[in-house]
C-alpha cells in the first residue's frame, strides 16, 4: 500500500515537472525568454494544478458523486473565472512589455480578447476533465473489486453451507445402514461403526479445505464402498477402478461420494441380483468418473433419503466449477448411467 502510495506521488511530480519544463525543451536552441515563460506557460499551469487537485481531492468526492451537480459547476466556473482574472491582471501589470515587444518584432497584435478568453477557458477545462476522468475510473475500479469481494465471500458463504450440509447427510446414510445391519449380523454393525468413524474423521477434519489431493479423496472413496459392501448380499456385485499412480491433481473434497451414496441405495436389491461399477480416469488435469448400476426405484411410501446428496452436488459444481464440468445421468436398459467430467486447472 505504501509502495503504491509513493509511487502515485513520484508520477505526479515527474508529469509537473515535465510540464514545467516542456516551453524550455520546445525552444532548445532559440532565443529564451524566462518573463515570457512565466507569463504565458507556468503561471496557467499553476492555476491548472490548483484546479486539478481542488477537484481529484475534494470537489469530485464531495458535490460530483453525491451528484451536487449544479454546485460543483458553480464552484468550478467561478473558479475558472477568477483564474483567467488574476492571468490577466499579472500580465497586464507585471508582463506588459512582453506583449509589446512581440507586436514591435512581428508587427502583429495580439489576439482579439474574447478569443484569448475562449482558448484560456479550455485550457483549464482540460484539467478539471482529467481529474473528473481519473476519479471516475478510480471510483469504477474499487466499486468493481468490491463486488467482486462480495460474491466471492457470499460464494465460500454457500460452500461452507453445502459442505456442511453433507457431513450430517452421509452421516444419517451410514447410519441408517448400520442399523440395519444390527439385528442381522451384530459383528458386522461393530465393524461398520469401527469404519464409519475413521471416515467422519477425516470428513471432519481433512476435508475443511479448498482443494484436496485426488489421492486423498480416493483412498475416502475406496473405504466407503466397503463399508457398503458389508451390508449387501453376495447376489450385489461392486467393481470398481481408480487411478493407482500419484497424479498430484487437487479437487474440492467430497464431490463424489453422494454419487456413490445413490448408486447403493437405487442400484441394490435384496432378492435380485445387481452390479455397480465405478471407474475413474485422469487425462491431464480431467478427471472423469463414471458409475453405472441397476436402477430399482424406491416405493412411494419408502422415505429414507431426502435426495439432498445429488441436488448438493450440482450446487457445488456450478459454484466451484462454473463451464469446467459436465455432469449427466442417464437410464438405459434398465441401467442408471452417471458421467461427471472436471477441468481441475
Known amino acids: ?35 515570457r515563460v512565466i507569463a504565458h506557460f507556468w ?13 481529484y481531492f475534494i470537489l469530485i468526492d ?18 475558472i473565472i477568477i483564474f483567467l482574472l488574476i492571468k490577466e491582471y499579472i ?14 518584432m512581428t508587427g502583429n497584435t495580439a489576439p482579439p480578447f474574447k478569443m484569448a478568453i475562449y482558448i484560456q477557458t479550455l485550457s483549464y477545462l482540460a484539467p478539471l476533465l482529467f481529474s473528473i476522468a481519473i476519479k471516475s475510473t478510480q471510483r469504477w475500479v474499487k466499486t468493481e473489486a468490491e463486488r467482486k469481494e462480495a460474491i466471492n465471500i457470499k460464494l465460500k458463504s454457500e460452500l461452507q453451507h453445502l459442505h456442511y450440509q453433507l457431513q450430517p447427510h452421509f452421516f444419517f446414510n451410514s447410519l441408517n445402514n448400520i442399523y440395519a445391519m444390527v439385528d442381522i449380523s451384530p459383528d458386522q454393525a461393530k465393524t461398520s461403526i469401527h469404519s464409519l468413524s475413521k471416515l467422519m474423521r477425516y470428513m471432519l477434519y481433512e476435508t475443511a479445505v479448498e482443494s484436496i489431493l485426488l489421492s486423498k479423496e480416493i483412498d475416502f472413496m475406496k473405504k466407503y464402498i466397503d463399508l457398503m459392501k458389508l451390508r449387501v448380499s453376495d447376489k450385489t456385485v461392486v467393481n470398481y477402478s481408480f487411478p493407482v499412480k500419484e497424479t498430484g491433481i487437487k479437487i474440492a473434497p467430497l464431490l463424489f461420494i453422494s454419487l ?9 436389491s435384496a432378492s435380485k441380483e445387481s452390479l455397480i461399477s465405478i471407474d475413474m480416469t485422469c487425462h491431464e488435469s480431467n478427471v472423469i468418473f463414471k458409475i453405472e448400476n441397476d436402477n430399482f426405484p424406491k416405493r412411494t411410501e419408502d422415505k429414507s433419503g431426502s435426495g439432498i446428496g445429488l441436488q448438493n452436488l450440482v450446487k457445488r459444481l456450478e459454484l466451484l ?6 455432469f449427466k445421468t442417464t437410464l438405459k436398459a434398465n441401467r442408471f448411467l452417471v458421467h461427471l467430467e472436471i477441468e481441475t486447472s
Open 91 to 104: 500580465e497586464s501589470t507585471y508582463f506588459s512589455d512582453i506583449a509589446r515587444k512581440r507586436e514591435e
Open 43 to 55: 503561471i496557467p499551469l499553476v492555476f491548472s494544478a490548483i484546479i486539478f487537485y481542488a477537484n
Open 260 to 268: 456413490i451414496e445413490n448408486a447403493f441405495k437405487h442400484g441394490v
Open 62 to 79: 464531495k458535490l460530483l458523486f453525491p451528484k451536487k451537480m449544479v454546485a460543483f459547476f458553480v464552484i468550478n466556473t467561478i473558479a
Open 321 to 326: 466449477y462454473p463451464q469446467k464440468h459436465e
Open 1 to 35: 500500500m505504501r509502495n503504491n502510495k509513493t509511487l502515485t506521488i513520484l508520477s505526479h511530480l515527474i508529469t509537473w515537472l515535465t510540464l514545467f519544463s516542456l516551453p524550455y525543451l520546445l525552444s532548445y536552441g532559440e532565443l529564451q525568454e524566462l518573463n
